[in-house]
Nanobody
Framework: QVQLVESGGGLVQAGGSLRLSCDAS????????MGWFRQVPGKEREFVARIWWSGGETYYADSVKGRFTISRHKSKNRVYLQMNSLKPEDTAVYYC????????????WGQGTQVTVSS
């Protein structure tokens, strides 16, 4: 069973940086894609970034492109989200997620970590 545990959230001023981590366990991830999503109360969860575990190809939401970087450390089974030039509108609970290659949706989720950006 795949388990995901996020860490690294917190409070930061606008323009600052944070790095989120996601520790993945339960299986090998060579046939998985890993993603980061975020959610604000009262709104739907939105896609932020994803990376293919095997080849490392990445894809970003337009709202974070050029500011956020997703990466993975294979030997540590860890996924990162480096967030730079943070804006108040980046405030949300950030979730790590996983899906098998070929699956339609991300279907494994962590518990989330709060990121708050003050103006």
């Amino acid at each position: 069973q795949v388990q995901l545990v996020e860490s690294g959230g917190g409070l930061v001023q606008a323009g600052g940086s944070l790095r989120l981590s996601c520790d993945a366990s339960g299986r090998t991830f060579s046939s998985y894609a890993m993603g980061w999503f975020r959610q604000v109360p009262g709104k739907e969860r939105e896609f932020v970034a994803r990376i293919w575990w095997s080849g490392g190809e990445t894809y970003y939401a337009d709202s974070v492109k050029g500011r956020f970087t997703i990466s993975r450390h294979k030997s540590k089974n860890r996924v990162y989200l480096q967030m730079n030039s943070l804006k108040p509108e980046d405030t949300a609970v950030y979730y790590c997620s996983a899906k098998r290659v070929g699956a339609e949706r991300f279907d494994v989720w962590g518990q989330g970590t709060q990121v708050t950006v003050s103006s």
